[in-house]
């Protein structure tokens, strides 16, 4: 503290501890925080083509391996009629949303399958409002296998991950969700 | 220099505490790095962005905490770190798909959250999965900014040493 | 270059002590508003800015040696007349540093 440095250097440090310090507190006020919230999906239509899924069958050509598609340009999934207010999820440590849909089914070749369908960034500040309908979904669904086709039951889930300030990173996922089934046939029409 | 003189002035006695202060300094940071290791199963516990890849979520210099409990299943939207044959950083990426068969393999793809396409463009040529042995740790907690530093010493090696050097000269010359 | 070495950048013993403990009050008080603010208004950077609008006026308040931390200057004693040639080097002030 002898110098004009000295004293600089000593406060910067002693900002620094306490900036800290609020953010454990900031971390420690939202931690026990349940962000599970009700959110309900459908489908419209759900329609199901054999297409080789080429970004993953380079190799796998020679074996006879087809994946199969899911179309949803016809209208996949009407989903998230849903979440109409995640607004409230938005406490001070929370920055930024991630939702994200996921097909959830099994399959004799899998026991258990997971695919996102859709995702979105909500970022704070922005409208946490959730109210879609007849969106198609972002990615393609292709199944590991062909295991697609008459599937009776595959789950819809809408769940999301938590950007905090500074903390944990969890996954919550909605409380509700939809099953539906696969056409025994595929699809012949074009889209 | 005030620290130099003051170094001139220890006697051997005190050169030989100021090493074994610095040699504490060391070990204890390796024993907190392995400590960590043991607890979070992950051979990287803590882990710095070095790529705007996942924006808005993290940014180039934040921190993550890893762990990599092997009962603890791998999920799509998980937050997984991984290493790529031929790549030397691991990188930072979510869950995209996952096929998990009875006896407990799992393959999966990932993507970046700010990137437009999924990640087989960046795995090794040829490779259409990620397996479980790729997995450094699954991000699990956050801190902004605080690897900054890490960034900038990456980024201009001669910073890096200067840092280095000058940490280890203050630590070994400055009297308790 | 003159007018700049003139500048006074000592603060005496007593000022010192104040500065510290004034910033410190300063800071903390700061960061506690702040903290109280940005829970109120449920945004966090809200907490950051005031603390730095804290770290600001500290700066402003404890850094500079302003008068009042210069009130209690020390009061040395006379200067002796030079010591005699033998014996001078026994008693040399090197050992004793400030911290």
């Avoid at chain 1, 054999?50 to 006879?64: F, H, Q, V």
């Avoid at chain 1, 938005?90 to 939702?99: A, C, E, G, I, T």
């Avoid at chain 2, 603890?72 to 068969?101: M, N, Q, T, Y």
Wanted: glycine share 8%.
């Amino acid at each position: 503290m002898h110098s004009v440095f000295g004293r600089g250097n000593a406060m910067a440090a002693y900002t620094l501890s306490v900036l800290a310090g609020l953010t454990f507190c900031c971390f420690l006020s939202t931690v026990f925080l349940d962000y599970r919230t009700p959110a309900t999906i459908n489908t419209r239509q759900v329609v199901v083509k054999s297409i080789p899924d080429y970004s993953a069958s380079r190799e796998k050509n020679d074996l006879g391996y087809q994946s199969v598609l899911l179309l949803f340009s016809l209208i996949f999934v009407a989903i998230l009629n849903c979440c109409t207010h995640l607004t409230h999820l938005f406490n001070w440590n929370v920055k930024q949303l991630f939702l994200y849909v996921t097909a959830e089914y099994q399959t004799p070749s899998n026991e258990f399958n997971q695919v996102v369908l859709w995702d979105k960034i909500i970022l704070r500040g922005e409208n946490a409002v959730i109210d879609l309908k007849n969106i198609h979904a972002k990615y393609y669904f292709w199944d590991d296998g062909n295991g697609l086709k008459g599937h009776k039951n595959v789950t819809l889930t809408l769940s999301w991950n938590i950007i905090p300030n500074a903390g944990l990173l969890p996954n919550v996922g909605a409380i509700g969700s939809h099953s539906f089934s696969f056409p025994p046939e595929y699809t012949t029409s074009r889209v | 220099m005030d620290a130099w003189d003051d170094f001139k002035r220890m006697n051997k006695r005190q050169m030989l505490y100021q090493a074994l202060s610095f040699g504490m300094i060391v070990s204890s940071a390796l024993m907190i790095w392995k400590g960590l290791m043991v607890v979070t199963g992950s051979e990287s516990p803590i882990v710095v962005v070095l790529s705007g890849s996942m924006e808005p979520a993290f940014q180039r210099g934040d921190l993550l905490f890893l762990t990599n409990n092997q009962e603890d299943p791998i999920r799509a939207g998980d937050i997984v770190v991984f290493k790529v044959e031929g790549r030397e950083i691991p990188i930072v990426h979510r869950v995209l798909k996952l096929h998990e068969k009875s006896n407990g393999t799992v393959k999966f793809l990932t993507k970046g959250d700010n990137n437009n396409v999924d990640d087989r463009g960046l795995y090794a040529p040829g490779q259409l999965w990620l397996q479980k042995n790729h997995v450094v740790g699954r991000a699990r907690g956050f801190l902004p900014y605080v690897g900054l530093v890490t960034i900038y010493m990456n980024d201009y090696p001669h910073f890096k040493y200067a840092v280095l050097v000058a940490l280890a000269l203050y630590v070994l010359i400055h009297r308790e | 270059m003159d007018f700049f070495s003139n500048i006074p950048t000592h603060m005496d013993y007593k000022g010192q002590g104040r500065s510290e403990k004034l910033s410190r009050m300063i800071i903390t008080l700061f960061g506690v508003v702040g903290l109280v603010w940005g829970y109120y208004i449920q945004q966090f950077s809200a907490t950051v800015y005031v603390l730095g609008a804290g770290f600001l006026l500290a700066s402003i308040l404890t850094i500079p040696p302003w008068p009042m931390y210069r009130r209690k200057p020390l009061n040395w004693q006379k200067p002796r007349p030079p010591p005699r040639e033998d014996g001078a080097d026994t008693q040399s002030p090197k050992s004793k540093k400030k911290k």
